[in-house]
C-alpha cells in the first residue's frame, strides 16, 4: 500500500466501515501527528472515533495538540470515547491542551473527567480564562527553575526533566511563591560558572503577559520583540505556562480570516466544506440586515421621485455614485480594521489617521468628480445633471474616507468588533449620502432652471 494511500480520508473511511480500524490506526500511528490530525478531520466522526479507540494514549495526546487549533468542532467526537480512556488521554496531555479538549465537552463530562486530573485547580483556573485571551492558549508542559538555584543545581533540573520538548531558547526563573522572576537561555547557562546563582545571571525584565491579555495582544508582543515564547502568568504574577511562536501564528492566521471574512459579512466558521444548511443559516442574517439598510438608501431616492421621473438619466447615474462610494469605504475601512487589529491605529493616533483619510477622499473625489463630470456631460450632453454627478462623487468620496475610519472606531467604542463596520454600516452611509447629495442638486437645478 502507497503512502497516498494510507492518508487518504476517503480509502481510510472505506477500510473503517469494513472493519479494519485496527490496522488503518497502526498506519497512522508512524505518520506525523499534525497529517493525522488532518486526515481525522477530514473522516466522518464515527470513523475518526474508531481510530481514535485503537491509538494509543500517547499518540491521541500529541494529535490532540493539532485538533485544538481547529476549534471545538473539531474536537466534539472525543466525547464518544470512553470516559476512562479520555481521562487517561487527558492525564497524559500537557494541562493547557487538555484545558481546551474540556471547554468543547458536555458539561456533565466535563465535571466528571475533572475531578479525575492530578492538576485539577490549574485545569478549572484555566477554563475560567475567556476563550480569546493568553489563558486559553498557554502551554503548562514547562520547567521553571528557581531563583536561588546555582547553574549546577539548575542543570541537574533539566536533566531530570521532561518538559523540554517546547522550551528549546528559554527557561523561566520563579521565585520561592512560583512568581515569574525572569529567565535564562541554554546558553547563559552552558557558558556560566556552575557556582553562580540564576539571580545573578537571569534576564530580570522577562516580557510576560497576564492570562486576561487579549490573543490578538500577545501575537502584538511576540512579533515586536521578536519573541519565541510568551510567559503567562495569573493575577498574582504567579507563572502559569507559556504560549509559544506556533500557537500565535495560528492565532494571527484565524484572527486575520475572522477580520476578513466579517468585513464581507461572513462568519469566520464557514469555510468551502461547510454545508448548505448551515451557510444558510450563517449568510442569512447578515443579508438581511444588509437588505433593511438598503431600503435606507431607496428611501431617499423614494423622497426625490419626481426629480427620477423628470430626469431619467439620474436613474443611471445612482450605481456609478454609490459603486465608488462603496469601493472607496471598503478600502479605507479594510486599512483601518487591519491598522487596530495590529494596534498601528489608536486614540492617540486617530486624528491624523482621520484627516489624512479625509485628504485622500477629497483629492479622490475631486479627480473622480471632474472626469464623471466630464464623461456625463460627453454621453448626456445636459451640464446641469453632469455637474450635479460631479459634485455628488466628491462629496461621498470625502465622507467614505471619514466614515471609513470614525465607523470602525465607534464600533470598537461600543465593544463590538470593528470587522462588522463595512459591508453593512460603511456602504449604507456612502448610499445614503451619495443619492442623497446627487438628487438634491439635481432637484435644485431642475427647480431653478426648469427641466
Known amino acids: 500500500m502507497t503512502l497516498s494511500d494510507i492518508l487518504n480520508p476517503a480509502r481510510i473511511t472505506q477500510r473503517i466501515s469494513q472493519g479494519d480500524g485496527a490496522a488503518v490506526a497502526a498506519e497512522l500511528r508512524v505518520e506525523q501527528p499534525a497529517d493525522v490530525a488532518e486526515i481525522l478531520m477530514e473522516i466522518p466522526d464515527a470513523a475518526e472515533v474508531e481510530v481514535l479507540r485503537h491509538l494509543s494514549a500517547g499518540d491521541v495526546s500529541r494529535i490532540l495538540e493539532f485538533l485544538v487549533r481547529e476549534g471545538e468542532s473539531a474536537l466534539e467526537p472525543l466525547a464518544q470515547l470512553p470516559r476512562e480512556t479520555l481521562s487517561t488521554i487527558l492525564s497524559r496531555t500537557p494541562l493547557g491542551t487538555a484545558a481546551r479538549v474540556l471547554r468543547s465537552l458536555p458539561d456533565t463530562l466535563r465535571a466528571d473527567l475533572i475531578s479525575t486530573l492530578a492538576d485539577r485547580e490549574l485545569v478549572e483556573t484555566l477554563l475560567a480564562q475567556d476563550r480569546e485571551t493568553a489563558g486559553a492558549l498557554v502551554t503548562t508542559d514547562f520547567i521553571a527553575l528557581r531563583d536561588r538555584m546555582t547553574v549546577g543545581q539548575a542543570r541537574e533540573a533539566i536533566r531530570a526533566s521532561e518538559s523540554l520538548t517546547r522550551q528549546f531558547v528559554q527557561l523561566f526563573v520563579v521565585d520561592a511563591e512560583d512568581r515569574l522572576a525572569g529567565s535564562v537561555t541554554f546558553r547563559q547557562l552552558l557558558l556560566a560558572s556552575a557556582d553562580s546563582h540564576l539571580s545573578r545571571i537571569m534576564d530580570r525584565n522577562t516580557i510576560s503577559v497576564p492570562a486576561g491579555t487579549d490573543q490578538e495582544e500577545c501575537a502584538r508582543l511576540m512579533e515586536r520583540y521578536r519573541l519565541d515564547v510568551l510567559p503567562t502568568v495569573d493575577d498574582n504574577g504567579r507563572l502559569l505556562g507559556f504560549i509559544d511562536l506556533a500557537e500565535v501564528l495560528h492565532v494571527a492566521e484565524g484572527e486575520a480570516t475572522e477580520d476578513m471574512y466579517m468585513i464581507v459579512g461572513l462568519n469566520a466558521g464557514e469555510s468551502v466544506q461547510t454545508g448548505i444548511r448551515a451557510s444558510i443559516r450563517l449568510r442569512m442574517p447578515w443579508l438581511l440586515l444588509n437588505l433593511a439598510t438598503a431600503f435606507a438608501a431607496a428611501a431617499v431616492v423614494g423622497l426625490f421621485e419626481s426629480t427620477v421621473a423628470k430626469a431619467a438619466l439620474l436613474a443611471a447615474f445612482l450605481p456609478i455614485v454609490g459603486g465608488q462610494g462603496g469601493n472607496a469605504i471598503i478600502q479605507t475601512v479594510t486599512i483601518v480594521v487591519r491598522s487596530i487589529a495590529l494596534g498601528d491605529l489608536t486614540l492617540r493616533n486617530a486624528r491624523r ?74 456602504t449604507t452611509v456612502t448610499d445614503v449620502i451619495g443619492f442623497g447629495v446627487l438628487l438634491g442638486l439635481a432637484a435644485l437645478s431642475i427647480s431653478l432652471l426648469g427641466v
Open 353 to 426: 489617521v482621520l484627516m489624512k483619510e479625509i485628504v485622500l477622499g477629497c483629492a479622490h473625489g475631486a479627480a473622480l468628480g471632474i472626469i464623471a463630470c466630464g464623461a456625463a456631460y460627453v454621453w448626456s450632453g445636459d451640464i446641469r445633471l453632469s455637474v450635479a454627478l460631479g459634485i455628488a462623487m466628491t462629496i461621498n468620496m470625502l465622507v467614505a474616507g471619514a466614515a471609513g475610519v470614525l465607523i470602525p472606531l465607534i464600533l470598537r467604542r461600543f465593544g463590538i468588533d470593528p470587522a462588522l463596520a463595512a459591508g453593512i454600516f460603511g
